[in-house]
Protein backbone atom coordinates (compact mmCIF):
# COMPACT_ATOMS: atom_id res chain seq x y z
CA UNK A 1 0.00 0.00 0.00
CA UNK A 2 1.23 3.28 -1.08
CA UNK A 3 2.50 5.81 2.02
CA UNK A 4 0.51 8.90 1.86
CA UNK A 5 2.14 12.06 2.92
CA UNK A 6 1.60 15.86 3.20
CA UNK A 7 3.51 18.46 2.39
CA UNK A 8 3.41 22.19 3.44
CA UNK A 9 4.70 25.80 3.09
CA UNK A 10 4.72 28.07 1.03
CA UNK A 11 5.00 31.71 0.05
CA UNK A 12 8.59 31.61 -1.14
CA UNK A 13 11.15 29.31 -3.10
CA UNK A 14 13.05 28.65 -0.20
CA UNK A 15 9.99 26.80 1.21
CA UNK A 16 8.54 25.16 -1.86
CA UNK A 17 11.98 24.06 -3.52
CA UNK A 18 13.28 21.72 -0.30
CA UNK A 19 10.14 20.17 -0.40
CA UNK A 20 9.68 19.34 -3.96
CA UNK A 21 13.47 18.20 -3.56
CA UNK A 22 12.65 15.68 -1.04
CA UNK A 23 10.14 14.42 -2.76
CA UNK A 24 11.96 13.85 -5.98
CA UNK A 25 14.31 11.93 -3.79
CA UNK A 26 11.65 9.65 -2.56
CA UNK A 27 10.20 9.10 -6.13
CA UNK A 28 13.90 8.00 -7.02
CA UNK A 29 15.15 5.67 -4.33
CA UNK A 30 12.23 4.55 -2.75
CA UNK A 31 9.82 3.83 -5.53
CA UNK A 32 7.35 6.23 -7.70
CA UNK A 33 4.36 3.88 -6.59
CA UNK A 34 5.47 3.62 -3.22
CA UNK A 35 3.83 6.81 -2.43
CA UNK A 36 0.65 9.45 -2.73
CA UNK A 37 1.23 13.00 -2.16
CA UNK A 38 -0.41 16.05 -1.16
CA UNK A 39 0.49 19.44 -0.86
CA UNK A 40 -1.94 21.64 1.52
CA UNK A 41 -0.87 25.49 2.04
CA UNK A 42 -1.71 29.22 0.13
CA UNK A 43 -2.41 29.65 -3.67
CA UNK A 44 0.64 31.01 -5.36
CA UNK A 45 2.20 31.10 -8.98
CA UNK A 46 5.62 29.08 -7.80
CA UNK A 47 3.20 26.66 -5.95
CA UNK A 48 1.28 26.05 -8.64
CA UNK A 49 3.94 25.99 -11.28
CA UNK A 50 6.01 23.40 -8.91
CA UNK A 51 3.46 21.25 -8.24
CA UNK A 52 2.09 20.16 -11.63
CA UNK A 53 5.74 20.42 -12.70
CA UNK A 54 6.20 17.21 -10.21
CA UNK A 55 2.81 15.96 -10.85
CA UNK A 56 1.81 16.78 -6.93
CA UNK A 57 -1.87 17.52 -6.13
CA UNK A 58 -2.31 20.14 -3.87
CA UNK A 59 -5.27 21.64 -1.63
CA UNK A 60 -5.29 25.19 -1.19
CA UNK A 61 -5.70 26.88 2.25
CA UNK A 62 -6.30 30.33 4.06
CA UNK A 63 -3.07 31.04 6.25
CA UNK A 64 -2.24 33.93 8.69
CA UNK A 65 1.12 35.42 9.67
CA UNK A 66 1.67 35.52 13.47
CA UNK A 67 2.96 39.08 14.28
CA UNK A 68 4.90 40.42 17.23
CA UNK A 69 4.24 44.08 15.96
CA UNK A 70 0.97 45.70 15.05
CA UNK A 71 0.03 45.92 11.12
CA UNK A 72 -3.30 46.05 9.98
CA UNK A 73 -3.13 42.54 8.41
CA UNK A 74 -3.35 41.56 12.34
CA UNK A 75 -6.67 41.51 12.01
CA UNK A 76 -7.64 39.83 8.60
CA UNK A 77 -4.75 37.25 9.67
CA UNK A 78 -6.66 36.68 12.92
CA UNK A 79 -9.26 35.37 10.78
CA UNK A 80 -7.63 33.18 8.44
CA UNK A 81 -6.16 31.43 10.92
CA UNK A 82 -9.12 29.24 12.26
CA UNK A 83 -10.43 29.31 8.60
CA UNK A 84 -7.34 27.26 7.26
CA UNK A 85 -7.33 25.17 10.37
CA UNK A 86 -10.85 23.82 9.20
CA UNK A 87 -9.91 23.41 5.64
CA UNK A 88 -6.98 21.45 7.38
CA UNK A 89 -8.95 19.33 9.02
CA UNK A 90 -11.13 18.70 6.11
CA UNK A 91 -8.37 18.02 3.83
CA UNK A 92 -6.49 15.83 6.29
CA UNK A 93 -9.57 13.64 7.09
CA UNK A 94 -10.33 13.02 3.43
CA UNK A 95 -6.51 11.95 2.28
CA UNK A 96 -6.00 10.60 5.94
CA UNK A 97 -1.78 11.08 5.39
CA UNK A 98 0.59 8.71 7.42
CA UNK A 99 2.72 11.65 8.26
CA UNK A 100 3.26 15.41 7.76
CA UNK A 101 6.68 16.98 6.51
CA UNK A 102 6.51 20.77 6.70
CA UNK A 103 8.94 23.70 5.77
CA UNK A 104 7.74 25.74 8.32
CA UNK A 105 6.78 29.02 8.55
CA UNK A 106 3.19 30.70 9.01
CA UNK A 107 1.70 28.60 6.11
CA UNK A 108 2.39 25.50 7.63
CA UNK A 109 0.26 26.11 10.88
CA UNK A 110 -2.84 25.22 10.02
CA UNK A 111 -1.83 21.93 8.39
CA UNK A 112 0.80 21.01 11.37
CA UNK A 113 -2.44 21.85 14.30
CA UNK A 114 -4.74 20.19 12.19
CA UNK A 115 -2.34 16.94 11.70
CA UNK A 116 -1.69 16.26 15.79
CA UNK A 117 -5.40 16.91 16.19
CA UNK A 118 -5.63 13.76 14.18
CA UNK A 119 -2.04 12.17 16.09
CA UNK A 120 -0.33 12.20 12.61
CA UNK A 121 3.34 12.38 12.87
CA UNK A 122 5.01 15.64 11.78
CA UNK A 123 8.36 16.65 10.70
CA UNK A 124 9.40 20.30 10.91
CA UNK A 125 12.24 21.66 8.81
CA UNK A 126 14.09 25.12 10.11
CA UNK A 127 16.30 26.28 7.78
CA UNK A 128 17.43 29.35 9.36
CA UNK A 129 20.16 29.94 12.47
CA UNK A 130 17.12 31.62 14.43
CA UNK A 131 13.53 30.43 13.82
CA UNK A 132 10.07 32.05 13.24
CA UNK A 133 8.01 32.40 16.30
CA UNK A 134 5.88 29.76 13.96
CA UNK A 135 8.60 27.18 13.81
CA UNK A 136 9.30 27.92 17.33
CA UNK A 137 5.32 26.81 18.30
CA UNK A 138 5.17 24.17 16.05
CA UNK A 139 9.13 22.77 16.62
CA UNK A 140 7.52 21.94 19.93
CA UNK A 141 4.24 19.54 19.15
CA UNK A 142 6.23 18.10 16.07
CA UNK A 143 7.35 14.56 16.63
CA UNK A 144 10.94 15.61 15.11
CA UNK A 145 12.71 18.73 13.82
CA UNK A 146 15.50 19.11 11.50
CA UNK A 147 17.77 22.14 11.40
CA UNK A 148 20.23 23.48 9.22
CA UNK A 149 22.46 25.87 11.70
CA UNK A 150 23.58 24.23 15.30
CA UNK A 151 22.52 27.40 16.43
CA UNK A 152 18.82 26.59 16.12
CA UNK A 153 19.26 23.51 18.41
CA UNK A 154 18.32 25.91 21.47
CA UNK A 155 15.35 26.69 20.56
CA UNK A 156 13.55 23.07 19.82
CA UNK A 157 13.29 19.98 22.68
CA UNK A 158 16.56 18.42 22.47
CA UNK A 159 15.23 14.79 21.72
CA UNK A 160 13.54 16.00 18.57
CA UNK A 161 15.92 17.64 16.95
CA UNK A 162 18.46 16.03 14.12
CA UNK A 163 20.75 17.77 11.93
CA UNK A 164 19.54 17.81 8.24
CA UNK A 165 20.80 20.74 6.20
CA UNK A 166 19.22 22.07 3.33
CA UNK A 167 18.32 19.92 0.36
CA UNK A 168 19.38 21.35 -2.19
CA UNK A 169 18.05 21.14 -6.04
CA UNK A 170 20.25 18.54 -8.81
CA UNK A 171 20.35 20.72 -11.51
CA UNK A 172 21.20 23.68 -9.22
CA UNK A 173 24.92 22.13 -8.94
CA UNK A 174 27.54 21.39 -11.34
CA UNK A 175 26.48 23.50 -14.40
CA UNK A 176 27.69 24.05 -17.60
CA UNK A 177 28.72 27.65 -18.62
CA UNK A 178 28.49 27.12 -22.11
CA UNK A 179 24.43 26.89 -21.78
CA UNK A 180 24.20 29.63 -19.33
CA UNK A 181 25.95 31.87 -21.90
CA UNK A 182 23.34 30.56 -25.23
CA UNK A 183 20.44 30.93 -22.54
CA UNK A 184 21.70 34.68 -21.95
CA UNK A 185 22.48 35.20 -25.27
CA UNK A 186 26.14 36.40 -23.85
CA UNK A 187 29.31 36.42 -25.96
CA UNK A 188 32.37 35.05 -24.33
CA UNK A 189 34.58 38.24 -22.88
CA UNK A 190 37.62 38.33 -20.76
CA UNK A 191 35.43 40.39 -18.09
CA UNK A 192 34.04 38.40 -14.94
CA UNK A 193 30.93 37.53 -14.31
CA UNK A 194 28.73 38.90 -11.31
CA UNK A 195 25.34 37.84 -10.77
CA UNK A 196 22.43 39.68 -8.64
CA UNK A 197 20.19 37.17 -6.93
CA UNK A 198 17.03 38.50 -5.15
CA UNK A 199 15.10 35.47 -3.96
CA UNK A 200 12.71 34.05 -5.96
CA UNK A 201 10.28 37.29 -5.76
CA UNK A 202 13.00 39.97 -5.84
CA UNK A 203 14.74 42.44 -4.10
CA UNK A 204 14.15 46.13 -4.24
CA UNK A 205 17.24 47.33 -2.39
CA UNK A 206 19.31 44.91 -4.80
CA UNK A 207 17.10 46.07 -7.69
CA UNK A 208 17.78 49.72 -6.88
CA UNK A 209 21.62 49.85 -6.56
CA UNK A 210 22.12 47.16 -9.35
CA UNK A 211 20.31 50.42 -11.49
CA UNK A 212 21.85 52.95 -10.54
CA UNK A 213 25.10 51.33 -10.79
CA UNK A 214 25.24 50.13 -14.00
CA UNK A 215 27.86 52.27 -16.26
CA UNK A 216 30.29 51.40 -13.11
CA UNK A 217 29.23 47.82 -13.26
CA UNK A 218 29.64 47.16 -16.51
CA UNK A 219 32.65 49.07 -17.18
CA UNK A 220 33.75 46.13 -15.29
CA UNK A 221 32.18 43.17 -15.18
CA UNK A 222 29.59 41.08 -17.24
CA UNK A 223 25.93 41.50 -15.60
CA UNK A 224 23.59 38.88 -14.83
CA UNK A 225 20.30 40.34 -12.83
CA UNK A 226 17.65 37.96 -11.61
CA UNK A 227 15.00 40.55 -10.89
CA UNK A 228 12.32 39.34 -9.70
CA UNK A 229 8.97 38.53 -12.21
CA UNK A 230 7.37 41.54 -10.90
CA UNK A 231 9.98 43.92 -11.03
CA UNK A 232 11.16 42.84 -14.70
CA UNK A 233 9.71 45.21 -16.65
CA UNK A 234 10.39 48.46 -14.98
CA UNK A 235 14.12 47.32 -14.34
CA UNK A 236 13.91 46.69 -18.17
CA UNK A 237 12.62 49.92 -19.10
CA UNK A 238 14.91 51.68 -16.48
CA UNK A 239 17.62 50.28 -18.48
CA UNK A 240 16.60 50.62 -21.69
CA UNK A 241 16.11 54.44 -20.33
CA UNK A 242 19.91 54.86 -19.25
CA UNK A 243 20.80 53.40 -22.94
CA UNK A 244 21.09 49.96 -22.42
CA UNK A 245 20.40 46.95 -24.87
CA UNK A 246 18.75 44.65 -22.80
CA UNK A 247 20.94 40.97 -23.80
CA UNK A 248 23.57 43.29 -24.68
CA UNK A 249 26.18 45.96 -23.32
CA UNK A 250 27.10 43.42 -20.48
CA UNK A 251 23.69 43.64 -18.90
CA UNK A 252 21.46 40.75 -18.83
CA UNK A 253 18.29 41.19 -16.27
CA UNK A 254 16.25 37.84 -16.08
CA UNK A 255 12.94 37.75 -14.33
CA UNK A 256 13.13 34.73 -12.67
CA UNK A 257 16.08 31.95 -12.68
CA UNK A 258 14.49 27.98 -13.03
CA UNK A 259 16.07 25.01 -14.21
CA UNK A 260 18.71 27.36 -15.35
CA UNK A 261 20.53 28.44 -12.05
CA UNK A 262 22.90 25.69 -11.62
CA UNK A 263 24.41 26.67 -15.08
CA UNK A 264 24.09 30.39 -14.36
CA UNK A 265 25.87 29.63 -11.41
CA UNK A 266 28.80 27.72 -12.96
CA UNK A 267 29.46 30.73 -15.13
CA UNK A 268 29.36 33.72 -12.46
CA UNK A 269 32.72 34.56 -11.13
CA UNK A 270 30.87 36.59 -7.69
CA UNK A 271 27.26 36.43 -6.36
CA UNK A 272 25.42 39.03 -4.62
CA UNK A 273 22.59 37.42 -3.02
CA UNK A 274 19.83 37.79 -0.22
CA UNK A 275 20.93 35.46 2.90
CA UNK A 276 17.57 33.20 2.52
CA UNK A 277 19.39 29.98 3.59
CA UNK A 278 18.00 28.25 0.75
CA UNK A 279 19.96 30.27 -1.28
CA UNK A 280 23.46 29.88 0.66
CA UNK A 281 23.12 26.29 0.28
CA UNK A 282 22.92 26.42 -3.51
CA UNK A 283 26.08 29.42 -3.25
CA UNK A 284 27.50 26.61 -0.95
CA UNK A 285 26.86 23.51 -2.93
CA UNK A 286 28.41 25.68 -6.12
CA UNK A 287 31.61 27.36 -3.56
CA UNK A 288 30.56 30.33 -4.93
CA UNK A 289 32.45 33.81 -3.66
CA UNK A 290 29.54 35.58 -2.46
CA UNK A 291 28.32 39.27 -1.20
CA UNK A 292 25.43 38.51 1.55
CA UNK A 293 22.47 41.53 1.86
CA UNK A 294 20.03 40.52 4.52
CA UNK A 295 16.76 41.27 4.02
CA UNK A 296 17.04 44.28 7.26
CA UNK A 297 13.31 43.21 8.15
CA UNK A 298 12.95 39.75 8.03
CA UNK A 299 10.77 38.18 10.64
CA UNK A 300 13.21 37.62 13.81
CA UNK A 301 16.01 38.88 11.67
CA UNK A 302 16.66 35.50 10.25
CA UNK A 303 18.32 36.65 7.57
CA UNK A 304 21.06 38.85 9.48
CA UNK A 305 21.17 35.93 11.30
CA UNK A 306 22.04 33.34 8.92
CA UNK A 307 24.60 35.81 7.07
CA UNK A 308 26.45 36.46 10.46
CA UNK A 309 26.73 33.04 10.35
CA UNK A 310 28.68 32.87 7.52
CA UNK A 311 30.67 36.28 8.46
CA UNK A 312 31.85 34.47 10.99
CA UNK A 313 33.32 31.93 9.57
CA UNK A 314 34.73 33.85 6.16
CA UNK A 315 32.81 32.61 4.23
CA UNK A 316 30.86 35.50 2.55
CA UNK A 317 31.08 39.20 2.53
CA UNK A 318 28.09 40.94 4.26
CA UNK A 319 26.59 44.36 3.12
CA UNK A 320 23.69 45.73 5.46
CA UNK A 321 21.65 47.25 2.92
CA UNK A 322 21.97 50.56 4.82
CA UNK A 323 25.13 50.11 3.24
CA UNK A 324 24.57 48.60 0.20
CA UNK A 325 25.22 51.36 -1.98
CA UNK A 326 27.36 51.86 -5.53
CA UNK A 327 30.49 52.81 -3.54
CA UNK A 328 30.25 50.10 -1.46
CA UNK A 329 29.32 47.39 -4.05
CA UNK A 330 31.96 48.04 -5.91
CA UNK A 331 34.65 48.00 -3.38
CA UNK A 332 33.69 44.18 -2.91
CA UNK A 333 33.42 43.27 -6.30
CA UNK A 334 36.84 44.57 -7.09
CA UNK A 335 38.74 42.99 -4.01
CA UNK A 336 37.15 39.74 -4.46
CA UNK A 337 36.72 38.99 -8.33
CA UNK A 338 40.18 40.81 -9.13
CA UNK A 339 42.15 39.06 -6.22
CA UNK A 340 42.25 35.31 -6.65
CA UNK A 341 43.50 34.45 -3.43
CA UNK A 342 40.17 36.24 -1.57
CA UNK A 343 38.01 34.55 -3.70
CA UNK A 344 39.36 31.21 -3.36
CA UNK A 345 39.28 31.55 0.62
CA UNK A 346 35.55 32.74 0.34
CA UNK A 347 34.92 29.68 -2.06
CA UNK A 348 36.52 27.29 0.29
CA UNK A 349 35.37 29.20 3.31
CA UNK A 350 31.34 28.96 1.77
CA UNK A 351 31.57 24.99 0.80
CA UNK A 352 31.45 24.53 4.44
CA UNK A 353 27.45 25.34 4.93
CA UNK A 354 26.81 22.84 2.13
CA UNK A 355 25.76 19.20 3.06
CA UNK A 356 25.55 16.88 0.23
CA UNK A 357 23.46 13.62 2.17
CA UNK A 358 20.42 16.37 3.84
CA UNK A 359 18.09 15.27 1.25
CA UNK A 360 19.18 11.81 2.16
CA UNK A 361 18.85 12.39 5.59
CA UNK A 362 14.92 13.72 5.31
CA UNK A 363 14.47 11.07 3.17
CA UNK A 364 14.85 8.35 5.88
CA UNK A 365 13.92 10.48 8.96
CA UNK A 366 10.58 10.26 6.78
CA UNK A 367 10.52 6.67 5.91
CA UNK A 368 10.97 6.25 10.19
CA UNK A 369 8.33 8.36 11.05
CA UNK A 370 6.02 7.39 8.69
CA UNK A 371 6.39 3.74 10.06
CA UNK A 372 8.53 2.16 7.30
Not at 336 to 351: G, M, P, V
Request: charged share 20%; glycine share 8%; net charge positive.
Amino acid sequence: MAKRIVLCGGFSGGHIFPLVTVVQYLKKNYGENNFEFLFIGPRGDLEDNLMVENKIPQKNILCGKLRRYFSLKYFTDSLKIPVGLLQSLWHLLVFMPDMVFAKGGFASVPVVLAAKIYRIPVIIHESDAVPGIANKILGSIADAVGINFEKAKRYFPEKKVFFAGIPVKADSIGGNKDRAREFLGMKKEIKPVILFLGGSQGAFAINETVINSLKKLTSKFQIIHQTGANHFEIIKSLAQGKGYKIGHSDYYPVAFIGKELGDILALADVVVSRAGATSIAELAANRKATILVPITRSANNHQRMNAFELSREKAAVVLEEGNFNQSMLMRYLDRIAFSRDYKLTLAQNIEKFYYPKSVEILAEKIMEISGN
